[in-house]
């Protein structure tokens, strides 16, 4: 046998056991036990503070906008840009992840390395029970043990264990599977309990996160297209009942949340919903390279440019096409396998409407690591063995690529958090004095990880309250102001220009396009576009409501106006 070969053997001798499927995942994410709060756990941490301290109905945590009122607010505060759209909804019904983030403030205050043991507990609850669900669906201990650990290293796994605000994608895989589990129990044995069981496993997982609900269209088409293949009987006929129900449960869960949620929201419009069915191919091949490559597509939309973004698609896409006749092939008689195939194009769905992210394929991913460990592992019984390329690349990608996007990925969070606290802090320890009602004016963001969540980071670092914070620009070093009167500033750039960072396009979409005269407001000041060429910002105008001498306008660098001023005046007396 070659000595690349062996790492099947390895792989098919440690895969049955728990310390392969379940310690070794969780060892590759105990490292990020000492990391401090990352970006969304801030404000979170912050609105179960408040939230303790007078609590009132339910916390709402997730309704980080659910008016325009109160999306204004963030724009005003600094949470989000002043470069944000106008009038946005970020509200989301997530009463059971809302209450785990309430009660580790309420027992462990703001140590996060408390918070992050309880994350990691709940991955340890996700691995064991979806490995249960692959024993009960009829896959043998060495695919299941496989297939388990090959989601327990998945990056898509990554963000929902390393930010404790993503733990709602871990909440819905714990009882996504339970529902399952039981599910697949039915169809062995008919059982009312069981049944309930199912039922209630899954409303849990909706009330954790919405992405639990392309379950119920798994069930519902597994348990009246493909489960008759299979078997038929009494078992059949109670598994289509909880499939019904589900599929019940999902349409009044469904239309709850429209009504109660989207309908408070942006309305999408045709162009918006054009756009979005042409962006579908494009982020189709984007995911794709998540298993395909291994590619940590999550910088896609952060650092690459259109071209680059287009390449990664199209091998993400060339490679499936690749794949998939070999997972066929190597899934063909086994009732396991249909039902995670179904699983995997379903739980595909929702990614398609978020911002691409690895971590938006979690749940997707589960059936994505059964269907490749049936190709890496092929049961002895096959008749058909993949090609040693085939394993040999899936494995790699889905292995060892996957735990050096998961480490790099995470790091990269980390250092991003520590270097926006650093840059924060140093901003407030050059003014002293700061206090509520006051807007730190910061000249320039030295990269995009400092403006999401700025005034929540100053709050839990300083503890100052009621502290707006704003970035005039973002990670443009050729950047020129001038003070136009006593109470506008005039920023200047040349190409790239100015708004062309990726919290940008992230903020204002694609569709977006600088147009001179276009205004955005924030607390203190309006900035208009007064400088666009070949579709970018030379210059903006920032009009303050107050005088730039105010106290209550604190800037920094602190001599930014004097700077401004002196400027200003060697143009004039050079006839500028």
Request: charge should be positive; glycine fraction near 8%; aromatic fraction near 10%.
């Amino acid at each position: 046998m070659r000595f690349v070969d062996r790492v099947f053997v390895w792989m098919e001798r440690g895969a049955p056991n728990a310390w392969a499927w379940l310690i070794l995942p969780v060892l590759l994410h105990s490292w990020t036990l000492t990391a401090p709060f990352l970006f969304d756990d801030l404000h979170l941490l912050l609105k179960a503070e408040r939230w303790l301290a007078e609590p009132k109905g339910a916390p709402h945590l997730f309704e980080f906008a659910d008016s325009e009122a109160s999306y204004r607010a963030l724009i005003e505060r600094g949470t989000i840009a002043w470069w944000s759209p106008p009038i946005a909804r970020l509200a989301f019904f997530r009463p059971v992840a809302e209450w785990s983030f309430v009660a580790d403030t309420l027992l462990f205050g703001r140590h996060a390395v408390f918070h992050r043991l309880v994350s990691l507990l709940w991955f340890a609850l996700a691995l064991i029970a979806i490995h249960r669900m692959f024993r009960a669906a009829g896959a043998d201990p060495i695919r299941a043990g496989a297939a388990t650990f090959l989601f327990g290293i998945s990056q898509s796994v990554a963000g929902p264990v390393d930010f404790i605000s993503n733990r709602s994608e871990l909440i819905a895989v714990v009882f996504t599977a339970l529902a399952a589990t039981c599910y697949w129990s039915q169809l062995r044995k008919t059982s009312i309990l069981r049944a309930l069981l199912s039922l209630g496993a899954f409303a849990v997982a909706l009330l954790a996160k919405e992405i639990a609900l392309p379950l119920a269209g798994v069930l519902f088409l597994h348990a009246f297209v493909f489960a008759r293949r299979d078997r038929d009987g009494p078992g059949l006929g109670a598994a289509r009942g909880v499939a019904f129900g589900m599929l019940v449960l999902a349409l009044v869960y469904s239309g709850y949340y429209v009504t109660s949620y989207a309908a408070r929201g942006e309305k999408l419009d045709v162009a918006d919903g054009a756009a979005l069915l042409a962006s579908l191919p494009l982020v189709i091949g984007q995911y794709l390279t998540v298993w395909t490559t291994g590619f940590p597509v999550g910088i896609l939309w952060q650092w690459a440019s259109t071209a680059q973004v287009l390449m990664a698609a199209l091998i993400g896409a060339a490679l499936a096409t690749i794949a998939v006749p070999i997972i066929v092939r190597s899934v063909r008689g086994d009732p396991a396998g249909r039902f995670f195939a179904l699983w995997t194009a379903l739980f595909f769905l929702p990614p398609l409407i978020t911002v691409v992210e690895a971590r938006a394929l979690c749940l997707a991913t589960v059936g994505w690591a059964y269907l490749i460990a049936t190709v890496i592992l092929p049961r002895e019984s096959s008749s058909y063995v993949p090609p040693a390329i085939a394993r040999h690349w899936l494995l790699t990608v889905n292995g060892l690529f996957a735990i050096v996007a998961t480490i790099c990925g995470t790091g990269v969070a980390i250092y991003a958090e520590e270097s926006a606290r650093g840059r924060l802090l140093a901003s407030v320890a050059r003014e002293p004095g700061l206090r509520a009602g006051q807007t730190l004016v910061i000249a320039a963001a030295d990269n995009g990880s400092e403006v999401p969540f700025a005034a929540d980071r100053v709050e839990v670092l300083t503890g100052l309250k009621g502290i707006a914070v704003a970035f005039l620009t973002h990670a443009a070093d050729n950047v020129r102001f001038n003070r136009i009167d006593d109470r506008t500033i005039l920023a200047r750039a040349d190409a790239p220009g100015l708004m062309a960072g990726p919290l940008h396009r992230l903020a204002l979409g694609p569709r977006w396009e600088p147009k001179p005269g276009a205004r955005f407001r924030a607390r203190d000041f309006e900035a208009e576009l007064v400088g666009v060429d070949n579709g970018a910002v030379t210059a903006i105008q920032f009009r303050f409501d107050r005088s730039l001498d105010d106290p209550r306008l604190r800037f920094d660098p602190p001599d930014l106006i004097r700077r401004i001023d002196g400027a200003a005046a060697r143009t004039s007396e050079s006839g500028g």
